[in-house]
């Protein structure tokens, strides 16, 4: 070959580079073909016009050129490379792992293979061989920050947040300019609701590279979080303008809109959301919790399935897989001599508060027997239903049944809508007094609660303040019991309470049958948006709940009282995170229904 054929080559290879980096890849295709029609055997254009074939899918041509690399090269470590990746994007995943491993018995001090390799393991769902081989590309590489990035990386996906954390803050000090570690972080620190932090880490991820999509995402996530809804819509909207096409993006936007409170447009982007991937599983129930808020019922409740889909529920489908394997109960099916098994999943309140169907079932199939299968805290308390046949707790052996279903999909199979949600005055009830309280009659007796479950990701936003409750703790006119159960019983202690001003019951509240027969003795219950309120309402008892600005689904929007409980009342936020003027209101509520005065501060 003539020097001046090298020349060309050289030239026309850079050409063809620029192209490529450039993003066209047209006019790359073009030249990389006209420079093998030089030189067939020019490893770097082989191995360049092959990553753009696997681009295109065209995987057949990638192949080619890749065999004919190898065939040249058998050991180059490039065309190695990019064969893995292209077996990976065929999910020819076995494949893949051989050739990075022949690769490695080449350059067994080569890093990036081994990084290589465990993220081909990480892709099969093997994370302890992953998070080993990073282990070791570190090993070899001590500032790879890559590995380090993606050692984090399977923290976030093993829900160890604060782990992960730790990860990308020395993967962070080892290259400040990598923006992966800067938007992988920020996503880690919005997990464990160090929401300021996450926001500045994002900020300047999006400083350093301001057309990484990624960073605009998470920010919005965040600003969400911090109630900066504006600003959040912003983020998202320009994470959708450089990925016009990205159903999550879509879906982020209409989370944004709800919170706003603009229903319209969040559904609308919700469903667009959809259209772009119609097996999104968050999208699907996002929309469905935004359907139920706004009254459209039997079409939430149909969105409402796609929970069993939630990464959230697989640990639940693992561990009952044994149920899940049984018939799903249909009403097309046989009924007669059958026993169908009623399974609870989620929290204690969305049991008690499905629990009514029921009801129903044993109304429409008379002649099939009803197990529920609950947690053991409810047990004795469902044991009291008369139209169940038999209650086992999740730890007891389970005896025959034909058929299952959920708890939680029993609206779904009646098709309820607002006008056909089963309206019952009570529909569970205590007969013994499993715990007497010392009630003075010509006292107001109310119970109290203002916590919740510490495992709901809304905990924060649902709590309410007990120091708040003071002009009632302090009246000459009413008892207070305190019905908290959990961390946030811890409140009393921390104020300094003494027994006059509310008696803690905490300690005693064993089982929900017993708080049940508690809140039989009481006037009223007054309670945060948590599971004694669906236990109160239940039992055809007066409660008050206290709500914030956009509440759970159940409790709709701007109602002042319950479609699902006649004797619940709702007192709302008027603005997100202002609970003063929800107090005042229930304070107001008290004077006039026990005509009494309650002095404010």
């Not at 380090?148 to 160890?160: C, D, E, M, P, T």
């Amino acid at each position: 070959m003539s020097i001046s054929n090298i020349t060309n080559i050289d030239d026309l290879f850079q050409d063809a580079l620029q192209a490529h980096k450039s993003g066209d890849k047209a006019k790359a295709c073009t030249l990389y073909e006209e420079l093998l029609g030089i030189d067939k055997n020019h490893m770097l254009t082989l191995c360049n016009l092959a990553i753009i074939y696997k681009s295109e899918k065209n995987f057949s041509k990638a192949l080619n050129l890749l065999n004919r690399a190898l065939a040249i090269e058998p050991k180059n470590i490039l065309a190695l490379k990019n064969f893995a990746k292209l077996y990976q994007s065929i999910k020819a995943n076995d494949k893949a792992i051989d050739v990075l491993e022949f690769a490695i018995s080449i350059e067994p001090k080569d890093a990036s293979l081994y990084n290589e390799l465990a993220i081909l393991y990480e892709g099969v769902g093997n994370f302890d061989k992953a998070f080993e081989i990073y282990k070791y590309a570190i090993k070899l590489n001590p500032k790879f920050v890559k590995a380090y990035n993606n050692i984090g990386v399977i923290l976030y996906k093993q829900n160890r947040y604060e782990k992960a954390v730790e990860i990308f803050e020395i993967a962070k000090e080892i290259s400040p300019s990598y923006i992966g570690t800067y938007v992988n972080l920020g996503a880690s620190l919005n997990r464990v609701k160090r929401y300021e932090d996450a926001k500045v880490v994002l900020e300047k991820a999006i400083e350093l590279d301001p057309k990484n999509s990624g960073s605009y995402v998470n920010l919005g996530n965040v600003l969400n979080k911090l109630n900066e809804h504006e600003r959040a819509l912003e983020c998202h909207q320009k994470a959708l303008k450089m990925e016009p096409n990205s159903s999550s993006s879509y879906a982020n936007i209409a989370i944004t809109y709800k919170n706003l409170r603009d229903f319209k447009n969040s559904k609308d982007a919700f469903l667009k959301a959809i259209e772009l991937n119609p097996t999104s599983v968050n999208a699907h129930f996002d929309l469905s919790t935004l359907l139920l808020l706004t009254g459209e019922f039997e079409r939430g409740f149909k969105e409402y399935e796609w929970r069993f889909k939630k990464s959230e529920m697989l640990s639940f489908m693992s561990e009952n897989k044994s149920i899940l394997q049984k018939t799903r109960f249909k009403k097309v099916l046989m009924s007669e001599g059958k026993t169908l098994l009623l399974f609870g999943e989620q929290g204690f309140g969305d049991n008690i508060q499905f629990v009514r169907y029921a009801k129903l079932l044993k109304e429409d199939y008379p002649n099939m027997r009803i197990i529920l299968q609950c947690r053991e805290e409810l047990k004795s308390l469902f044991k009291e239903l008369s139209y169940v046949d038999e209650v086992k707790s999740r730890d007891e052996e389970l005896p025959h049944f034909d058929y299952q279903l959920s708890l939680m999909s029993l609206p779904y199979f009646f098709k309820t809508t607002k006008d056909t949600i089963p309206k019952m005055p009570s529909y569970i009830e205590v007969k013994e007094r499993e715990l007497s309280l010392d009630v003075d009659k010509k006292m107001i007796n109310i119970g109290l609660v203002w916590g919740g479950s510490n495992t709901n990701e809304n905990h924060t936003n649902r709590v309410l303040d007990l120091k708040k409750f003071m002009p009632i703790l302090n009246h000459k006119k009413i008892n207070v019991f305190s019905l908290q159960v959990g961390e946030d019983a811890k409140g009393i202690k921390k104020l300094g309470l003494k027994d006059e001003q509310i008696v803690d019951l905490g300690d005693k509240l064993s089982d929900f049958k017993t708080t049940a027969s508690v809140i039989k003795q009481l006037d009223l219950v007054i309670s945060s948006d948590t599971s004694v309120a669906h236990l109160a309402g239940s039992l055809g008892a007066n409660v008050w709940v206290m709500l914030q600005f956009i509440p759970d689904w159940r409790w709709m929007m701007d109602r002042k009282s319950s479609l699902w409980y006649p004797s619940m009342k709702l007192f709302r936020q008027s603005k997100k995170g202002e609970w003063n003027d929800v107090y005042s209101e229930v304070f107001k509520a008290l004077e006039k229904k026990f005509k009494i005065d309650i002095k404010r501060d």
